[in-house]
C-alpha cells in the first residue's frame, strides 16, 4: 500500500483528500493552515481540510510556517512515498521536496504553464477565459514550474463564478489525480518540462484589484465581479463609503453618461454606466455597514433614495 502525506487546505482540496482516503492509500497525515479567526465575530475556524481529515480519524498537522519548523520534521520523519499537495498555501522546503520516495505532485487549478500562482481560478475568469483546467505536476522549488504529469481542460461558462469554478475543479481534480496516481506509483507517467515562453502567473488577489473602474467596459467589469465572487467581493465607492457588488450582470441601457452614474432603476435591479457607453445591472450588493442584499430589498430600504445620475466613484 502507498502511503502518502496530503497537503492542503481551502473546499477545494477537501474531496481530494476524501477520494485518496476511499480508494484505500495510506494516509499518514493531514497537513494544513492554522485554524483562522473567521467573520465579524472572529469566530476560530478550522480549515476544510482539517473538518474532512477529522471526519475520516486521519491525524492532522497545522503548521504556522512550514519551512525549518518541528512540523517539517515531524513530516519528513512519517517517511511517506508520496506528498500531494492540493491548494495548500506554503511553498514547500527543497528539504520535504527530496524526502519521499514518489516525490512530491501537486494538483494546481490551471492548464500550466498558465496561471502559475496562489488566484489560478480568480484569475481566469477575471481575464475573461473561455476555458481553465487543472494540471497535476511533480513539485518544483520554483512556484508551479515542474514538470506536468496530466491534464484535463474544462469550459468556463458565462455565467461561472469563481466559487462554482472551484467545486468544478475540485471535481475535475479528484478525478484526474485518481487517473493518473498508478501511473505515478509503477513509473510509467510522463514528466513535461514546462514551456517557459509561455508563463502566465496570478498572485494572490490584492485590494487593488477588487476594486471596480468604470471606466473599463461592462464586460470587463461584469468578469471583474463573477472572478471576485463569492470572495473576496468587488467593490466600488458611493457617498463616500464602500459598497460591495456581490453578483451583477452585463446591463442593457446604451448612454452617453459618465462611468459611474446610475443610468436606470428597475424593481429588482439598477444600471451603472460603463465606460463603453453600456452598463453594469447590479442584483446583489452590501452597503458599506450592512449585510449583504439584493437590490431589491436595498430600493425597497434605505436605497430607496438612489436616483438616476447618482454617481459610483
Known sequence: MTSVVFMGTPAFSAPILRMLYEEGYDVLAVVTQPDRPVGRKKVLTPPPVKEEAVKLGLPVIQPEKLRGS???????????????????????????????????????????PQYRGGAP?????????????????????????????SQQEIVIEDTDHTGSMFEKLSGVGRELLKETLPSIIDG????????????????????????????????????????????????????????????????????????????AIHKDHFEIATGDGGSLAVYDLQPAGKKRMTAQDYLRGTGSKLQIGDRFE
Open 70 to 112: 518541528e512540523e517539517l520534521q515531524q513530516i519528513i520523519g512519517l517517511g511517506a512515498d508520496l506528498v500531494i499537495t492540493a491548494a495548500f498555501g506554503q511553498i514547500l522546503p527543497k528539504e520535504l521536496l527530496e524526502a519521499p520516495r514518489l516525490g512530491c505532485i501537486n494538483v494546481h487549478a490551471s492548464l500550466l
Open 121 to 149: 481560478i480568480h484569475q481566469a475568469i477575471i481575464d475573461g477565459q473561455d476555458t481553465t483546467g487543472v494540471t497535476i505536476m511533480y513539485m518544483a522549488e520554483k512556484l508551479d514550474a515542474g514538470d506536468i504529469i
Open 188 to 263: 510509467t507517467n510522463p514528466r513535461i518540462p514546462q514551456d517557459e515562453s509561455k508563463v502566465t502567473y496570478a498572485s494572490n488577489i490584492s485590494r487593488e484589484q477588487e476594486r471596480i473602474d468604470w471606466s473599463k467596459d461592462a464586460r470587463t467589469i461584469y468578469n471583474q465581479v463573477r472572478g471576485l465572487h463569492p470572495w473576496p467581493v468587488a467593490y466600488t465607492t458611493f457617498e463616500d463609503a464602500n459598497f460591495k457588488i456581490w453578483w451583477a450582470q452585463i446591463g442593457t441601457t446604451s448612454n452617453d453618461c459618465k462611468p459611474g452614474e446610475v443610468t
